[in-house]
T-cell receptor, first 113, second 113 residues
Framework: DGGITQSPKYLFRKEGQNVTLSCEQNLNHDAMYWYRQDPGQGLRLIYYSQIVNDFQKGDIAEGYSVSREKKESFPLTVTSAQKNPTAFYLC????????????FGDGTRLSIL | AQSVSQHNHHVILSEAASLELGCNYSYGGTVNLFWYVQYPGQHLQLLLKYFSGDPLVKGIKGFEAEFIKSKFSFNLRKPSVQWSDTAEYFCAVGASGTYKYIFGTGTRLKVLA
């Protein structure tokens, strides 16, 4: 069954730590996205990648970093520079072309200890 | 800048009532429009989409939406809601040429049995 796998489901971070959220897809999709979901704010775009080894900042990229070394993988690192990292993070992918819908993972909930 | 507005943040209906959720967007070019649903504890999934052709589109579970270009709107409708429609609904725009999807802030629907 094709889909997007995000891990872990829950993640806790201490102040000053970097943490990496995993996102893997076996849909053979070219484009991948990271969103942050906060109550009442919808989904806000952090980073996106159209092809391997290329990615662009979204609307709220500060304090985050990504890599796209493989087509199926798009990990997100939440750095210590992100002052308010507690949120629900969603990874998505699309086949390509803006008329295509996005497929979403189950999300990772990050909390600060 | 592109934006998507969902004016109803919380909606409470009784079963069998009719539903209409508003979605307005701002973008002057060609758009692709989506409605996604997030049931409690589940990942975001596509309800319906519009990218060309008949402006009245039908989706899963009896939902439909109408694209009115002159009003920059893509409202979601369902003639008779069920308790199982309790979820959060997101409108999204994929603006051609941008590779980005813009989401509204979401509408939480609660259907009372």
């Amino acid at each position: 069954d094709g889909g997007i796998t995000q891990s872990p489901k829950y993640l806790f971070r201490k102040e000053g730590q970097n943490v990496t959220l995993s996102c893997e897809q076996n849909l053979n999709h070219d484009a991948m996205y990271w969103y942050r979901q906060d109550p009442g704010q919808g989904l806000r775009l952090i980073y996106y990648s159209q092809i391997v080894n290329d990615f662009q900042k979204g609307d709220i990229a500060e304090g985050y970093s990504v890599s796209r070394e493989k087509k199926e993988s798009f990990p997100l690192t939440v750095t210590s520079a992100q002052k308010n990292p507690t949120a629900f993070y969603l990874c998505a992918s699309t086949r390509g072309g803006m008329s295509q819908p996005q497929h979403f993972g189950d999300g990772t909930r990050l909390s600060i200890l | 800048a592109q934006s998507v507005s969902q004016h109803n943040h919380h909606v409470i209906l009784s079963e069998a009532a009719s539903l209409e959720l508003g979605c307005n967007y701002s973008y002057g070019g060609t758009v692709n429009l989506f409605w996604y649903v997030q049931y409690p504890g589940q990942h975001l999934q596509l309800l319906l989409k519009y990218f060309s052709g008949d402006p009245l589109v039908k989706g899963i579970k009896g939902f439909e939406a109408e694209f009115i270009k002159s009003k920059f709107s893509f409202n979601l409708r369902k003639p008779s809601v069920q308790w199982s429609d309790t979820a959060e609904y997101f409108c999204a725009v994929g603006a051609s040429g941008t590779y980005k999807y813009i989401f509204g802030t979401g509408t939480r629907l609660k259907v009372l049995a």
